[in-house]
């Protein structure tokens, strides 16, 4: 991983572990981000209003989440991966390969915020003993748009 050795107060070791951890979550936040897109195009049905809207509200979410943590990766001095092949390799989520029925759309969307959910909950006290409490807190700023997210989708499937 590149890094430009922005001055920063924490240890260039620790800064690698951190960053290590942004770049597996901006892929996997992009993937997310593109499958919610390809949903809000592809949705049928006689709910196609609500949840097109929906995934619309969802992805321009997403999109600002991953400009926010390629940011957030930049501060701590390092180049976020930009390219197709690198957020493959890194993402921790399954691309769409089919068009689901909407039902499926929003199982599916449930469960990767899940994942995504549970990376950031078990990642979090290790960002959090480095002492990079301004990712801390970030992470926790994902967490809660994440869990939001979640919550709106399990209370469209009941």
């Known amino acids: 991983m590149e890094c430009d050795k922005q001055p920063v107060n924490i240890n260039l070791p620790n800064r690698e572990k951190v960053c290590e951890i942004l770049h597996q979550l901006l892929a996997s936040t ?10 809000h195009w ?51 989520l399954e691309e769409e390969k089919g068009h689901p029925k909407a039902t499926e759309m929003l199982q599916k969307l449930l469960e990767d915020h899940e994942q995504v959910i549970q990376f950031l909950r078990q990642h979090f006290p290790m960002v959090e003993k480095e002492g990079d409490s301004a990712t801390a807190d970030f992470i926790n700023k994902c967490l809660a748009t994440h869990e939001k997210t979640a919550w709106m989708l399990r209370s469209t499937l009941s």
């Open 42 to 92: 592809n949705v049928l049905g006689p709910h196609f209003q609500p949840l097109h809207l929906l995934f619309q509200t969802q992805y321009e979410e997403l999109a600002e989440s991953v400009d926010e943590i390629a940011e957030r990766i930049r501060a701590l001095g390092y180049f976020p991966s930009g390219s197709f092949e690198s957020f493959k390799k890194l993402t921790f």
């Open 30 to 39: 992009y993937t997310l981000y593109l499958k919610t897109q390809n949903y």
